[in-house]
């Protein structure tokens, strides 16, 4: 179904970009959802605020071959952050594929024209940009707190977030959606005595 660009239907965004790709697909009472069924849902994806601000001035255009190319870097992110909240090894297979997308670029180091540090990122292709960054972005989770990546606590969510809580125990993507559903279940269950 394609997606007016503006409009994103995501229930949660603004996560780290990893995160984020992962979050392009989403269940909700009228089933699931995929923003990258299509160019256009990829095109509103890659005009996103973390798309945007982890790419900075190396842009990608909704195409075909971009599309393809994050499709493969999300099952491979999605394979990954399954055995990071299940706290096991990653398969070769998971870990094979992200080096592969990692593979078509690199960060050059120099220095700027004001003699001052920067760090370039170099793609083999524009189609490769966004998936380079997403699995870079990855290597900095894991690098940094990998038991703060977690899925949502209910089951019937697939939204991933990185938790940023002052004391690491956030459970849910969000408190407004999945957290009122659990404590409204749980409510009903103390008022009827069905158990929780």
């Not at 394979?79 to 090894?89: D, E, K």
């Not at 220095?111 to 972005?137: C, I, K, M, R, T």
């Amino acid at each position: 179904m394609p997606h007016p660009i503006g409009a994103d239907p995501r229930p949660l965004t603004a996560e780290p970009l990893a995160l984020d790709l992962l979050n392009t697909r989403w269940g909700d009472a009228e089933g699931e959802h995929d923003l990258l069924d299509s160019e256009t849902g990829l095109a509103l994806w890659l005009s996103s605020t973390p798309v945007r601000d982890q790419m900075g001035s190396l842009s990608a255009t909704a195409d075909g071959a971009t599309l393809g190319r994050l499709m493969e870097t999300r099952t491979a992110l999605d394979a990954l952050a399954a055995s990071a909240t299940q706290h096991r090894t990653a398969t070769r297979g998971a870990m094979a594929a992200l080096n592969e997308v990692l593979a078509h670029g690199r960060i050059r180091r120099a220095l700027g024209s004001d003699g001052l540090p920067e760090s370039v990122v170099e793609v083999d292709d524009p189609s490769w940009g966004p998936s380079w960054y997403a699995a870079d972005n990855w290597l900095r989770l894991v690098a940094d707190r990998p038991d703060r990546i977690r899925p949502c606590a209910n089951d019937a969510c697939v939204l991933h977030f990185y938790d940023v809580s002052k004391n690491g125990t956030r459970r849910w993507c969000s408190m407004a959606g999945c957290g009122n559903r659990a404590k409204a279940q749980r409510h009903y269950a103390r008022r009827t005595g069905t158990g929780a």
